[in-house]
């Protein structure tokens, strides 16, 4: 069993950034991929992006390219998604979750467990 807590949500002006965490507990991330997603009121919840923890692969949707960073911290156990440059679009609940298999999927199903969320707000 894995438990995992995201913390670092917040208001922020259009422009600014933002760095999340997400800490695992109850086992380590180590043959694991893990993801970010998150969900706008009103919308489904979307992958953002995911690494996988062995090897440090990332891969990210299209509209955070650029502007979002998924990174690692082995000795931590925990994983950071620094968001730069945040538009007001960007506005959801941050979700962070991890798989058994170190293969990163974009969709929701393929991922076993998941945070409580984290707020994040982005002003114009």
């Known amino acids: 069993q894995v438990q995992l807590v995201e913390s670092g949500g917040g208001l922020v002006q259009a422009g600014g950034s933002l760095r999340l965490s997400c800490a695992a507990s109850g086992r380590t991330f180590s043959t694991y991929a893990v993801g970010w997603f998150r969900q706008a009121p009103g919308k489904e919840r979307v992958f953002v992006a995911a690494i996988n923890w062995s090897d440090g692969r990332t891969r990210y949707v299209d509209p955070v390219k650029g502007r979002f960073t998924i990174s690692r911290d082995i000795a931590k156990n925990t994983v950071y998604l620094q968001m730069n440059s945040l538009e007001p679009e960007d506005t959801a609940v941050y979700y962070c979750?991890?798989?058994?298999?170190?293969?990163?999927?974009?969709?929701?199903?393929?991922?076993?467990?998941w945070g409580q969320g984290t707020q994040v707000t982005v002003s114009s």
């Open positions: 979750a991890t798989r058994r298999g170190q293969r990163i999927y974009t969709v929701v199903t393929a991922y076993d467990y």
